[in-house]
Structure formats: structure tokens, C-alpha cells
């Protein structure tokens, strides 16, 4: 869910303007899932410009006090969400920690580094939603350590279906900065893509697993 559409507008303008989205319809790229995609998001860009990182880490920031007040711990996934959510727990004055897709096959052999304690509030923070899998996977294991999953925040999300489904059936509350929607509608008035493209762009997102097969 979009708290605040002008953050989602300049959230879109932003990653656009770093590259962090990369739209090619005419020349898809390949997802480790083995998807074609005219998208690729990596917004662990964002880390590189100090201003946009600033810009993401505030509203961040914003949106936790305004939905969940002062939780007790601030949690990234792992890997990509490590950075910003470590500024947001920064900004905030909060301990951080983050999770990993799985525990350690050596040492003490966490899946949780950092602190969270049983019965302590979390707000989890992601860089990217698509199916939402490694992320829910994240609040499992928040979770099985007694630990209350307030809600997750994310800088961008697909807007997949499964991913919605996902989420509810989890019983996670999500909010993102901005959404495959703006994204497509900044990207057009910023003369990014042209009319076509966008259709193309929008005709993917209802499919993606069967795309230009």
C-alpha cells in the first residue's frame, strides 16, 4: 500500500534518475528465476548518492513513527536492505539487526544477526518486493523468535498478484515508498518510455512467468 503519493512520485523519479530501475522493453533481461523482464531493479544504487539515500531513509522513517510509532528494533533483509534499513535504525536512534534466507552453516549458526528479543516490536524493512517469498521468509524468522512483526516496509514493489496473496496470507501488513504503477506513469511523463512501451511494461506485470515466450 502507497502511504503518500507524492513520496511514491518522486520515489519513482529518483530510481529512475540513478538508473537503480532499468526499463528495456525492446531488450528484456533475464531474472535468476529465469523470467524475461523489460525491468530490473537494483536499488542498492541508492546507497552510492547521498541525497536519494538521505530522501529514502527520512521517509522511511517518517512512515514507521506514522504507522507504528517507536517500535523496539529496526530488521533489514538480507542482503540488499542491509544498508538503508541500518540508516533508517540510525535515523530513528533504534537497535538494528538483520536476516539472513537462512541460519549459518558455521559459527553460532544464526539466521538473526544482531539483537531480538522475545516479545520486542519489529518493523522489517525490504528494498525490493516481487513475490515476496524471501521477505516473508525474513518475518518467519522474526517470528520464531517470539518477536511481534509490526509491518514491513519496502522502497518498490512489483505490485505482483501472488505477491499481494502472499502477504495476506501471512498475515504481514506492507507499504512501499512507490509502486509499479507510478513508476510506469513517471516514467512516461519524464519521456523515459514512449506510449508502446508502457503497454508492453503493463502487459508484462500480468503475466510475467509466461512473458515473451
Request: aromatic letters at 10%; glycine letters at 6%.
Amino acid at each position: 500500500m502507497i502511504l503518500n503519493k507524492e513520496t511514491a512520485k518522486q520515489t519513482a523519479e529518483l530510481l529512475l534518475q540513478i538508473k537503480a530501475i532499468k526499463l528495456n522493453p525492446q531488450e528484456p533481461f533475464t531474472w535468476a528465476s529465469g523470467w524475461k523482464s523489460p525491468i530490473y531493479c537494483d536499488n542498492r544504487v541508492i546507497l552510492s548518492y547521498p541525497p536519494i539515500r538521505n530522501f529514502i531513509r527520512e521517509h522511511f522513517a517518517k512512515q514507521v513513527e506514522e504507522l507504528y510509532g517507536k517500535p523496539d528494533v529496526i530488521a533489514a533483509v538480507a542482503t540488499g536492505a542491509i544498508g538503508i534499513g541500518m540508516l533508517v535504525a540510525e535515523y530513528l536512534s533504534l537497535p538494528f539487526a538483520y536476516v539472513r534466507p537462512e541460519a549459518k552453516g558455521h559459527g553460532r549458526k544464526n539466521q538473526i544477526e544482531g539483537n531480538i528479543e522475545e516479545g520486542q516490536n519489529v518493523v522489517v524493512i525490504e528494498d525490493l518486493i516481487s513475490t515476496g517469498k524471501s521477505s516473508l521468509n525474513a518475518v518467519k524468522a522474526i517470528r520464531e523468535a517470539k518477536a511481534n512483526v509490526k509491518g514491513m516496509l519496502a522502497i518498490f514493489t512489483y505490485d505482483f498478484i501472488v505477491a499481494t496473496e502472499n502477504f495476506k496470507e501471512a498475515k504481514v501488513e506492507l507499504h512501499t515508498l512507490s509502486d509499479y504503477d507510478y513508476l510506469i506513469e513517471t516514467a512516461q511523463k519524464t519521456k523515459y518510455i514512449n506510449g508502446s512501451e508502457a503497454e508492453i511494461l503493463k502487459e508484462w506485470r500480468h503475466d510475467p512467468a509466461n512473458w515473451n515466450k
